[in-house]
């Protein structure tokens, strides 16, 4: 189905509010959340000259706002597809009964996810401190009562793209499945970097296992950049910021993106489609699945393991999605990786087993 038909029988146009109306909602929801007690206060950092600390700082201001205001934001239904889609990944490639490593895990929001797909064991690693603080008080709070994860948890604080996670994973841990949702993107700063995040993905993923992520679509953002006369590509709730239309090297092609109740002015880095995939291929890893987003929507929405996430779970077939939400879907791509080698045999799975154990998070939190 083409994309311009597949437009018009997902997105409601009716539903699209103006631009007052969205920034009026959104001012809204900066007041509640400002006028809210936290029992937490987040500590903010002030900016750092470095990349790596200003995307820490941006995400470490962002506090976890609740279910509640979650479903109050004007983006609403793209956090909900955004969601559909890990979950669509999370179900077809990570190992059930297996041990799982999160990068860039921010403050947990895939635990659920994981929870779900029964995995056995989790780690989650991110480079913002106070996220990483957020996503154990997410798994500890579900103790006792009928919500809590079977899973045990390891939380890792450290920037990925710069430091090996194998100096604080125990040897004998391996890997069956490694994700690395909306973040992958930052490590493409430089190849140092590229190549540290790709090392830690696959240095303890077992043969067999796969290696998903979901990145900034470069052929789409490139292609929408050269469409334009500015340097700028934008609609009510995305706009990114380019320096130039001419990109010859793999690596730093910085811009700077905003999305609506999501990310503010934060640098980001363009992740050249085929160089990625080659890249990736020099760590033993090769493509099982690369789609962009609308693309992966077509292919699975309907299939018969995913149907109830798309009608039941997410509800994206309610017409509620907006124009300028499914044109901002359309600049990210789903990448999944098998890495080399013949697979493990599979252990046997109990599924009634639980694994749970509360993470203390002055102690239990590894530093890189």
């Known amino acids: 189905m083409k994309r311009k038909e597949q437009e018009q029988r997902f997105v409601s146009a009716s539903t699209t509010p103006d631009a007052k109306e969205i920034a009026a909602k959104f001012q809204r929801l900066k007041e509640e959340k400002n006028n809210r ?9 002030k900016p750092a000259d470095d990349i790596a ?6 995400y470490n201001n962002r506090d976890d706002v609740g279910v509640q205001m979650r479903k109050e934001s004007p983006i609403f239904n793209l956090k909900q597809f955004n969601n559909w889609i890990k979950s669509v990944l999370i179900k077809r490639y990570v190992k059930q009964g297996g041990t799982v490593l999160d990068l860039c895990c921010g403050k947990g929001g895939d635990l659920q996810k994981f929870q779900q797909n029964k995995v056995k064991t989790y780690y989650g690693a991110d480079i913002a401190d106070k996220s990483v603080k957020d996503a154990v008080q997410r798994y500890n709070q579900t103790a006792g009562s ?3 994860f079977t899973f045990a948890a390891n939380f890792i604080s450290g920037d990925c793209t710069k430091k090996p996670l194998s100096s604080v994973i125990p040897a004998n841990v391996t890997f069956d499945s ?3 949702q909306f973040a992958l993107h930052y490590s493409f700063e430089t190849e140092q970097q590229a190549r540290q995040l790709m090392l830690n993905a696959t240095e303890k993923l077992k043969s067999g296992g796969y290696f998903v992520c979901t990145v900034p679509d470069a052929y789409v953002l490139v292609k929408k950049l050269r469409s334009v006369e500015s340097l700028t590509i934008q609609n009510k709730i995305v706009k990114a910021c ?5 990109f010859t090297e793999v690596f730093g092609n910085q811009y700077s993106f905003e999305l609506l109740d999501a990310i503010d002015d934060c640098p980001e880095y363009l992740v050249p489609c085929k160089d990625f995939v080659a890249l990736a291929k020099e760590y ?4 099982v699945e690369e789609k962009n987003f609308h693309e992966f929507f077509e292919t699975w929405s309907e299939h018969d393991d995913f149907k109830f996430l798309t009608d039941r779970v997410y509800k994206l077939r309610e017409g509620n999605m907006t124009a300028d939400e499914w044109e901002a879907i359309y600049l990210y791509r789903a990448f999944v990786f098998r890495k080399d080698g013949q697979a493990d045999q599979q252990d046997a799975y109990n599924p009634s087993q639980n694994f749970f154990k509360l993470v203390d998070p002055l102690k239990d939190i590894k530093y890189l």
């Open 37 to 45: 007690v936290q029992k937490y206060p987040a500590k903010r950092q």
């Open 53 to 58: 600390s200003t995307v820490a700082g941006h």
């Open 146 to 148: 009928n919500k809590q």
């Open 178 to 180: 490694v994700s690395c």
């Open 242 to 246: 380019f320096k130039t239309k001419k």
């Open 284 to 287: 033993g890893l090769s493509v």
